[in-house]
């Protein structure tokens, strides 16, 4: 008998990481290396939210906290949710955690017993089957296609859901699409979802702040308010208010639901860090006008990025409306022959070509459960992103 268990045989790492590991080990041989493959503004946090960590040190703030998280805190977060999305939750309806990702896992983990479903649609974020496989769950993959925009359509959900299904995973603006879910979308999902009382809906709302042009964010509590009662809304600070390493995020739903996330994470972690918390504190009730400058700033590296890329034969990307990612298709590429002589036979193999040859980092979309796509994070300078390109078009038509 090994030491591992039999449910991590069936867990990947994830590729975005390995992609980012590989570049930063390159990096310190010497090799020069643009990191497009992490999901993480390239922006520093805001000075007053930093601050407001350093007076929570200065004043004490270095103990264990509730396991929920601080009530001010909670509080603010009844106040966001009401303020931009006409959510009403009280605040023992809302908890705190390291990042929205150990929400989304307390959740699954509170929730699933072995053999339940989560439906979810590809291309998907990484960890997401990784997850419900941790939890004891299983993945049900739903694909969408580019010419849909990358959204699920209601009959493709009508025809996953089963007995065993216990959630509907949604994340919009999605990772790595940059798909936007409009209110008609959600509308259309949650006439489905009204046949099928016992499925939940895991609302993963991690890039809201982050949608560009005529997009606007919607969310399935808010669009369809008589499904509220089986929603958990996840959300945090990492991607919109430039603090990824603070480790912030926060849930909001049903208080049996709640009160089951807050046992497992009493269990495992406790808390999310003392500081980190009143640092989220400020980023959800200070000046919020760097929001729009960031915003804009993506737009502009987006519309740059997809036109950069849209030139080069053999590379073709849509438009996304939402996060900082551009979903970019390779697949006509396969089958070309790299200057080294190796063959091109897999989006892995195009990803670690790039890095070898152009010396960029992207993650390959077989990691997101979608084969023939890379993507490209451009959470990153305008200049790191016209010299990413063009050395990607270089050595795109250095493939024989
Ligand atoms: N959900 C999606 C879709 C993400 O892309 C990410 C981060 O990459 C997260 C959740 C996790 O965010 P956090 O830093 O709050 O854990």
Not at 128 to 151: D, Q, S, W
Not at 227 to 243: E, F, I, P, Q
Request: hydrophobic fraction near 45%.
């Amino acid at each position: 008998m090994g030491i591992l268990s039999s449910k991590l045989a069936a867990v990947k790492p994830s590729q975005t990481k390995a992609m980012t590991a590989l570049a930063a080990s390159l990096r310190a041989d010497g090799k020069s290396i643009i990191t497009l493959s992490q999901g993480e503004p390239d922006f520093a946090t805001p000075p007053n939210i930093c601050k407001a960590a350093t007076d929570a040190i200065a004043a004490g703030h270095t103990k264990y906290t509730a396991v929920a998280g601080i009530t001010p805190l909670r509080e603010a977060v009844v106040e966001k949710f009401s303020r931009e999305n006409g959510l009403t939750f009280s605040v023992d309806q809302v908890t705190v955690g390291c990042g929205a990702k150990q929400l989304l896992f307390n959740a699954l983990v509170a929730s699933l017993d072995e053999g339940d479903e989560v439906v979810f649609p590809t291309p998907c974020w990484v960890s997401y089957p990784e997850m419900i496989k941790l939890a004891g769950g299983t993945p049900v993959a739903l694909e969408t296609r580019v010419e849909n925009g990358f959204i699920l359509r209601p009959e493709a959900l009508r025809a996953a859901l089963g007995p065993r299904t216990k959630w509907l995973m949604l994340n919009s603006p999605s990772n790595p699409t940059g798909a936007v879910y409009s209110r008609d979308d959600l509308q259309a999902l949650a006439a489905v979802l009204r046949d099928f009382p016992d499925v939940w809906v895991l609302a993963d709302d991690i890039y809201e702040h982050l949608v560009y042009g005529d997009a606007a964010f919607a969310t399935m509590a808010e669009v369809a308010p008589d499904l509220a009662d089986r929603v958990l809304t996840v959300n945090g600070v990492s991607k919109s208010y430039a603090m990824t390493g603070w480790r912030v995020g926060y849930a909001a739903g049903p208080l049996e639901l709640i009160k089951a996330m807050n046992t497992v994470q009493g269990q495992s972690t406790s808390h999310t860090c003392s500081i980190a918390q009143h640092a989220a504190l400020e980023a959800l009730t200070g000046d919020q006008s760097f929001l729009p400058e960031f915003r804009k700033a993506f737009q502009a590296r987006r519309d740059l990025v997809v036109g950069l890329l849209n030139e080069v034969d053999g590379l073709s990307c849509r438009t996304p409306d939402g996060a900082f990612y551009v979903f970019v298709a390779c697949d006509a590429l396969l089958g070309r022959t790299a200057p080294s002589g190796k063959r091109i036979e897999t989006d892995m193999d195009f990803a670690m070509y790039l890095m070898e040859e152009a010396g960029v980092a992207v993650v390959p979309g077989s990691g997101f459960l979608a084969d023939g796509f890379i993507r490209i994070s451009y959470a990153s300078s305008e200049e790191e992103l016209r010299q990413a390109c063009s050395a990607i078009a270089a050595a795109v038509a250095a493939l024989a």
